[in-house]
T-cell receptor, first 113, second 112 residues
Framework: GQQLNQSPQSMFIQEGEDVSMNCTSS?????WLWYKQDPGEGPVLLIA?????ELTSNGRLTAQFGITRKDSFLNISASIPSDVGIYFC?????????????FGKGTRLSVIA | KAGVTQTPRYLIKTRGQQVTLSCSPI?????VSWYQQTPGQGLQFLFE???????NKGNFPGRFSGRQFSNSRSEMNVSTLELGDSALYLC???????????FGEGSWLTVV
């Protein structure tokens, strides 16, 4: 089945640093979603992207839908301790109808104060 | 708008028992998906219901089943519980653009 390659798997950064993570696929997607999951909680939708090239911000978070439609990235600027968590990308394969979203395996972010 | 509500939040069961988890989607959403999450395994898709019909099914044994009611509320059932069924079970509600889904807080199941 479809797979998303999400990288990096984990990262340790200093508070105040910027963070970048990405998701790639071997096939075209028509939706890219980014979620954050805090320990013991369900994933929370951060940003949704529906058009190739779309760049969307949510506070200190910025995500882009790659123009090839096969990738997406998420940037976090000036990280703070509450950014700690697991970030998941998810996508809807192109022309897949109502098949389930495909999820990446997550990027675990740790912020050192 | 209320979010996705899952009950119970935590539960402990014994091997061989069965369990039922409940999910109330966001008002107006007709799709409910269920996922299993274990450490190191990411999000594993169980099944999706839309308008009371199972629309998609993941690769889980028949011990895992679900249903959806006319008010879009959904339940999932796991019979003959095994230790490996211990996990966070997440329900997600969908109905917006691009198959975007919104997760509940999850139900933590521990099988002893």
């Amino acid at each position: 089945g479809q797979q998303l390659n999400q990288s990096p798997q984990s990262m340790f950064i200093q508070e105040g640093e910027d963070v970048s993570m990405n998701c790639t696929s071997s096939s075209i997607f028509n939706t890219w979603l980014w979620y954050k999951q805090d320990p013991g909680e369900g994933p929370v939708l951060l940003i949704a992207l529906y058009k190739a090239g779309e760049l969307t911000s949510n506070g200190r978070l910025t995500a882009q839908f790659g123009i090839t439609r096969k990738d997406s990235f998420l940037n976090i600027s000036a990280s703070i301790p509450s950014d700690v968590g697991i970030y998941f990308c998810a996508g809807q394969p192109y022309l897949s109808g109502n098949t389930p979203l495909v999820f990446g395996k997550g990027t675990r972010l740790s912020v050192i104060a | 708008k209320a979010g996705v509500t899952q009950t119970p939040r935590y539960l402990i069961k014994t091997r061989g028992q069965q369990v039922t988890l409940s999910c109330s989607p966001i008002s107006g959403h007709r799709s409910v998906s269920w996922y299993q999450q274990t450490p190191g395994q990411g999000l594993q898709f169980l099944f999706e219901y839309f308008s009371e019909t199972q629309r998609n099914k993941g690769n889980f044994p028949g011990r895992f089943s679900g249903r959806q009611f006319s008010n879009s509320r959904s339940e999932m059932n796991v019979s003959t519980l095994e230790l490996g069924d211990s996990a966070l079970y997440l329900c997600a509600s969908g109905g917006g653009a691009g198959n975007t889904i919104y997760f509940g807080e999850g139900s933590w199941l521990t099988v002893v």
